[in-house]
Structure formats: structure tokens, C-alpha cells
């Protein structure tokens, strides 16, 4: 892999690239507040982002704080996300953190990484994420789409999500990284998808050098 100087002058003109192409692009996830967004993000789990956001308002509305989460009874619950699969697991991972979240939190999502990543089902994925997004601290979180997009434009040989994390951090802006991520699910979803790499309509062509493609 190339020296991470010239990765941050790669990572430079892809984020420009990327920000004509995908102008005011951000989370694909509707949320408010810190604790919805860690709801959504709970529920987008083998699920579109699409269809968490057709799910999400209706909840929103009716439960507002973690103790309403935490205190609903859970066949109520695995009803109202039904749609987003995997209900029982989902809606047990929801009340178990809105429980710790009342518990040891105050009821409200910390800030910091060290108190995330103690929420039952928070991994460094979900907590980057909520930091990057719900805080507006430098984060980058690797979700799928992050990882293949990476891997191909050259900026990591790694395959585990930490020491992705680890290789962008290293050469990505720390003002740009929560755009960053945002920037490459959206590519990943739209051109460089995980099958077949619409690479001869891709923006970042001249900058890719197709690693694994
Ligand atoms: S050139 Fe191909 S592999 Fe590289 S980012 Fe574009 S679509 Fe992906």
C-alpha cells in the first residue's frame, strides 16, 4: 500500500469528488436525538435504511425517553418493529440499553466512546456513528460499505473493521471524517456496488487503483 502521505492527498480529491457528486449527502438514518439515532441504528441491523425510516416516526412519537423504551412490554414492541426483522433480538437489545442508559446514564446516550461501548450491543461500528453523528465528533464508523469502498480505492489492506477504522483515521481529515463515511455509503450504494463495481461511470476512476475488483 502506498505511504499514508500520499493516501491523504488520494483521500483529499476523493472527498471532493465525492461531495460534487453526492452534494449535502448525510446519514441515510432519520433521527432527532442522540437516543433516537441509537434506536435506529439498533434496528437498521440486516435491514434497509429505507425501511427503518418508514418504522422510526411512528416510534419516535411515541416513545421519547429511555424509560419509555425500557418500560414498554415487549410483545408490544416486537409488533411495532415486525417489519425490520430479527424483532425479538431487536427489540430485546432496545430495552436492555434503554435499561442501561436509565441505569448508569441518567437516561440519556454519553458522548464519550469509553461509556458507548459499555451499552449492551455497542460496538465501535454503532458508537462512531452516534459520536460522528449525533455529537459531531471526529469519528469514522465502518460499516459495510465503508470497508468494500475502502478496500478498493486503496486505502486499507485491512478486511477487520478496527483496523480499517485505524487506516482512515490515520489519512482522512479529522473535519471530514463523519462526511467521509456518509460519502462512501452513499458511493457504495449507488456505483460501487458489492457485486459489480460500476467502475466506467465511476467519479473516482483515475483515483482508484480497483484493489480485489
Ligand atoms: S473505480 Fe470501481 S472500484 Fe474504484 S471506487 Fe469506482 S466503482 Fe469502486
Sequence with gaps: MEKADARKVRVKAIIRILKKTYPGV?????FNTPLELLVALILAA??????VNQVTPGLFRKYRKAKDWMDEDRTVLEHE???????????????????????????EVPRKPEDLLTLPGVGRKTANILRGNAFGDPA???DTHVARVSFRLG???????????????????????????SLIQRH???VCVARKPGCET???EELCPRTGV
Design 188 to 190: 457504495g450504494r449507488e
Design 46 to 51: 440486516q435491514c434497509t435504511d429505507s425501511r
Design 81 to 107: 418493529i415486525h417489519s425490520t426483522g430479527f424483532f425479538r433480538q431487536k427489540a430485546a437489545s432496545i430495552q436492555k440499553c434503554a435499561a442501561a442508559l436509565v441505569e448508569r446514564f441518567n437516561g
Design 26 to 30: 448525510r446519514l441515510a438514518l432519520d
Design 140 to 142: 469514522i464508523g465502518v
Design 202 to 204: 465511476c467519479g473516482l
Design 155 to 181: 486505502l486499507t489492506r485491512q478486511t477487520e473493521p478496527d483496523k480499517i477504522e485505524s487506516d482512515l483515521t490515520e489519512v482522512v481529515p479529522r473535519a471530514e471524517q463523519v462526511k467521509f463515511c
